[in-house]
Structure formats: structure tokens, C-alpha cells
């Protein structure tokens, strides 16, 4: 699963420079006959320089390639497995656009690097083809 970085700024006296780093969850092997669901951390690092105070920042992911943040698909071939990123450690607030039932993350960033862990989960119980399944998730950083 691939997290790829947009940035926002606005677009009148934008002062602050951020930038991002992104770390993927990496599920590695599924096993198919399990009965615990597989968990995955990754993280974002945002940087912002050239502001004379914090800067506040908001984080969405978007649906990825299923186009449904609530119910987000990985493919390899005709295969489609069922993950999804959430906020919180519990994982129980998805991670999206802040619509539709699902949640962002608000930062203020000032001066030194502030990460935030991405929570992954692939659900126990589904029985995929055996493949290399992937899925793109774009972050997008308004400040």
C-alpha cells in the first residue's frame, strides 16, 4: 500500500513552507485462515518552515482506488482484499476526507517535524487468490 503527498497552501501571502514524509503500511503475507485481523502502522512527518508562529495543518487521506474511504480495496489481478487506514490506535475512526463518517487529523506544526502514526488493518476471514496486493493512497496536506 503506497501513500503518495500533495501539498495545499494557500494561495494569497502563503509564507510557510511544509513538506512530507511518508512511510506506508506494509501488511507483509496475509494468512488467509486466521482468525485475528493483520495490523500495520506507518507514519506522516510534516515539516513547516517560514512562519512566524504555528501553523495549523489538516491531513485527509483520500478513498484510494476503491474510491470509498469506508471500505478500501487492495487488487492484484481479479483479487480485491479489504483494508483500511484509521486515525486512532483502536481503529475505529477511518481515516479520509473528514466527511462522509470518516475523520482527519488537525496539527499545528511549528518549527521542529511533528509525525503521526497511520493505522492499518486487513480484516480476519477473507479468502483472496494468492498475489501481490497493492493500493494507492494519496495525502493531502492543506495549511
Known sequence: MALLAVLQAPLAGAEPVCSLDVVGCGFGPYDVFSTAPRDSTGSITVSCQ?????VPVTLTL????????????????????EYNLFVDASRTQVWGDGFSGTSNRQLSVDGSPVTVSVFGRIPEGQVVPPGTYADTVVVTVSF
Not at 517560514?50 to 504555528?54: D, E, F, I, Q, V
Not at 474511504?69 to 480485491?80: H, I, L, Y
Request: aromatic share 4%.
Open 50 to 54: 517560514g512562519s512566524t508562529g504555528p
Open 62 to 81: 483520500d478513498a484510494g482506488w476503491s474510491g470509498d474511504a469506508a471500505r478500501r480495496t487492495m487488487s492484484s489481478g481479479a483479487g480485491a482484499l
